[in-house]
Every structure is written in structure tokens, then in C-alpha cells.
């Protein structure tokens, strides 16, 4: 299995949330993880960031956020240019497929975990 370097946006120390379950089945699965969402904190031994750092390699963001809540990581996402962009439930968002197509990056209107489940990810 490839290690697919996966940044989850909308990270939380809540378990009940899905990116706090996401984050837990990616690390499970033997991916590596970059959490970055409101409060610190650490979920399966990673840090959730409070700040949208520069990263690199990144294969996939796992998108947990509003659309509203979305376009201020619109141009940091864009900057990243991972190979997709995983649309989870609830997350949907037209305007930003456009954007990400435009910048040649695969849109993926999916569940992270359902993905992880079925190894399909």
C-alpha cells in the first residue's frame, strides 16, 4: 500500500466527530497525517494545528468544513496541489470543484472513512 500523505481540514479532539474518526482510521491504515482545524490537540498521536502551514507532497485533503468555512483555505489548498480533494458528507461544494479543476486537481465527493473501509482510498 502507498502511503497517501493526507491533510485533514476541520480536525477535533472530539471523538464523535467524523475527522477525529478519519484521522484515527488514516493513522491506522499507515498513512501520514497533517490535522489542522480550530483547537489544538492530538488524535492518534497526531497534532492538530491551529495554522495552515506550508506543506509539501501532500496526496490527498480530506475536507471537513462548511462550504462557507471552506474559502479561506481555498488558495492554501490550490498552493498544496494534492491530487484530489475528498468532498466528505456535508462538505459539498461547486464552487471550489471549479476552482480545483481549473488547477488540474481531482475533486472526490466521498466519505474518507467509507473509502478507508473498502479499500478504495
Known amino acids: 500500500m502507498k502511503n497517501k500523505k493526507t491533510l ?4 477535533t479532539t472530539n471523538p464523535e466527530r467524523y475527522a ?3 484521522i484515527a482510521a488514516l493513522v491506522a491504515k499507515g498513512h501520514s ?4 482545524g480550530q483547537n489544538t ?5 497526531i497534532t492538530i494545528q491551529t495554522k495552515a502551514l506550508p506543506i509539501k507532497n501532500i496526496d490527498t485533503v480530506s475536507l471537513y468544513l462548511n462550504p462557507v468555512r471552506q474559502r479561506e483555505y481555498y488558495n ?3 498552493e498544496a496541489h494534492p491530487n484530489r480533494v475528498i468532498f466528505n ?8 470543484y471549479q476552482l480545483l ?4 486537481i481531482q475533486v472526490e465527493v466521498a466519505c474518507t ?3 478507508l473501509a473498502t479499500n478504495q482510498y
Do not use: C, H, Q, R
Open 76 to 78: 492554501y489548498i490550490i
Open 113 to 115: 472513512l467509507v473509502l
Open 89 to 96: 458528507p456535508g462538505t459539498e461544494n461547486p464552487e471550489f
Open 8 to 11: 485533514v481540514l476541520g480536525a
Open 20 to 22: 477525529f474518526k478519519a
Open 33 to 36: 497525517v497533517v490535522a489542522i
Open 101 to 104: 479543476a481549473l488547477n488540474d
Open 41 to 45: 490537540g492530538e488524535v492518534a498521536g
